[in-house]
Structures are given as structure tokens and as C-alpha cells.
């Protein structure tokens, strides 16, 4: 079975430039997740969905984040513009559903490099 | 709010020598508890978990974790480790009724000596 897919795995871009990421759950599953991961601060949730819909973004930094999930089999994180202290490796997650035993299922993440 | 700790950063053991990982949490309720392993350049893949029932909960490759309710703790453990068990380790707290939002620990990296 396919798991969580993010693309691309690694993003080298300069500052200001605009940076998207991107997700595929897994099939089934209803609710997505998006974390941050750095040394500093460790891993961070910063935005979830259920049934592509944002239940909670009080994780997402600053205005310069967004993300989105058009349909379930989707989603996109997006900073604009981006800064230095942007980098970080950044994971996408899935589960089954909200609210219940069911575990996150984590994607191999996105290492963006702000140059 | 949960929160998790995990108060070993890093642990050095031999190949073969049994391993226990600290985790405690703060949590008002009865939680949902994780332990789940970083390989470098790699995901977060689930090792075990803990909803509810046996406080002994097994895991793959071998792990198993125990739950003690009184000390607050989810410590991780394995018999005999082997070389490809070095990796970066986390212990997570999820809030029923609460989207299942995940705390992590702040990790502990195992590396392991021949």
C-alpha cells in the first residue's frame, strides 16, 4: 500500500522566492496533518484538516503560511514569501480519522533550504 | 495542555544490551500514547501505542512499552538491540476528543555500539 507522499523530498530556494509543498494521504484516510521539524523547536504541528477542512492552524507561524486541501487526496503548504529561518524539514501526516485511536501515518517530509 | 518529555537526548549502547527510552506526559485524562521511530532522511514510522487495556503494549521489531498511570510514564524497551535500531526516537501524546492532535517528546537518539 502506497503511504503518505510528499513532494518535492528536498527545496533549495533563495529568499523571498515563493514555496510550495505538497501531500498525498493515504487513500481512506480523512484527516491530514502538517509539522514542522527543526533542531531547535523539535517537531511542531502547524495546521490540521478533516475531511479537507482546517480545524485548527494556531500552530502556522505567520501570515506568510497557508495551506490548503482542495479534495481528499491533496493538500498543499505554501510560504510566501520565504525567509532563512523557514528551513527546516517539514512532514505531512494522515489518519484515518479525527477523534479516535487511530495513529498518523507520517510522509518521508520535505527539507526546505532558504538560502 | 499535554506535554511530553522525554529526558534523555542522547543514549549510547552496545549491540546485544538491552535499552529502555524514558518518556513522561502531563495529561489531564487517560491518554493516547506513541512511541514512533526516525531513521535519518526518513519519516516518523509508529513502533507501538497505547489506547486503552494491557499496560504492556508490544510493538514491531521487537519493542514494547508499558504504560504506569502512577509515574506519568511510557518508557520504551528492548531485550537485546541491534546496529539498525540507531536512530532518533518519539514519544507522542494524543487528546481524545481533541482531533487526536499529537504532543511530541523532544527525542532521544540512539546510537549503538559494535
Known amino acids: 500500500d502506497a503511504g503518505v507522499i510528499q513532494s518535492p523530498r528536498h527545496e533549495v530556494t533563495e529568499m523571498g522566492q515563493e514555496v510550495t509543498l505538497r501531500c498525498k494521504p493515504i487513500?481512506?484516510?480523512?484527516?491530514l496533518f502538517w509539522y514542522r521539524q527543526t533542531m531547535m523547536r523539535g517537531l511542531e504541528l502547524l495546521i490540521y484538516?478533516?475531511?479537507?477542512?482546517?480545524?485548527?492552524d494556531s500552530g502556522m507561524p505567520e501570515d506568510r503560511f497557508s495551506a490548503k486541501m482542495p479534495n481528499a487526496s491533496f493538500s498543499t503548504l505554501k510560504i510566501q514569501p520565504s525567509e532563512p529561518r523557514d528551513s527546516a524539514v517539514y512532514f505531512c501526516?494522515?489518519?484515518?480519522?479525527?477523534?479516535?485511536?487511530?495513529?498518523?501515518?507520517f510522509g518521508d517530509g520535505t527539507r526546505l533550504s532558504i538560502l | 495542555a499535554q506535554s511530553v518529555t522525554q529526558p534523555d537526548i542522547h543514549i549510547t549502547v552496545s549491540e546485544g544490551a538491552s535499552l529502555e527510552l524514558r518518556c513522561n506526559y502531563s495529561?489531564?485524562?487517560?491518554?493516547?500514547l506513541f512511541w514512533y521511530v526516525q531513521s535519518p532522511g526518513q519519516g516518523l514510522q509508529l513502533l507501538l501505542k497505547?489506547?486503552?487495556?494491557?499496560?504492556l503494549v508490544q510493538g514491531i521489531k521487537g519493542f514494547e512499552a508499558e504504560f504506569k498511570r502512577s509515574q506519568s510514564s511510557f518508557n520504551l524497551r528492548k531485550p537485546s538491540v541491534h546496529w539498525s535500531d540507531a536512530a532518533e526516537y518519539f514519544c507522542a501524546v494524543g487528546a481524545k476528543n481533541a482531533g487526536n492532535m499529537l504532543t511530541f517528546g523532544g527525542g532521544t537518539r540512539l546510537m549503538v555500539k559494535p
Open positions: 495529561y489531564g485524562a487517560t491518554p493516547y
Open positions: 484538516f478533516n475531511n479537507n477542512v482546517p480545524i485548527d
Open positions: 497505547y489506547f486503552s487495556g494491557d499496560t
Open positions: 501526516a494522515s489518519s484515518l480519522e479525527l477523534d479516535s485511536n487511530q495513529p498518523q501515518h
Open positions: 487513500s481512506g484516510h480523512n484527516s
